[in-house]
């Protein structure tokens, strides 16, 4: 099975056609629980100075 650089990306837009399939309220929610899904997953990748613009 091969790989691609486009399914995180795949996975997230199909993630977003079913929310904006949903009632408005159940988007709401929707998108709130997405935030916070991927803020937890950017507060737990590595950090680097390379990735912050520092030297």
């Known amino acids: 099975?091969?790989?691609?650089r486009d399914?995180?990306?795949d996975a997230l837009w199909s993630r977003l056609r079913l929310i904006e399939?949903?009632?408005?309220a159940d988007r709401a929610?929707?998108?709130g629980a997405?935030?916070?899904e991927?803020?937890?997953?950017?507060?737990s990748t590595p950090r680097?100075?390379?990735?912050?613009?520092?030297?």
Do not use: F, I, V
């Open 7 to 9: 399914e995180p990306t």
């Open 48 to 55: 680097t100075d390379s990735a912050h613009g520092t030297r």
């Open 1 to 4: 099975m091969e790989h691609t």
């Open 38 to 43: 991927l803020m937890k997953r950017l507060e």
């Open 29 to 31: 929610d929707a998108y």
């Open 21 to 24: 399939s949903q009632p408005l």
């Open 34 to 36: 997405m935030h916070d």
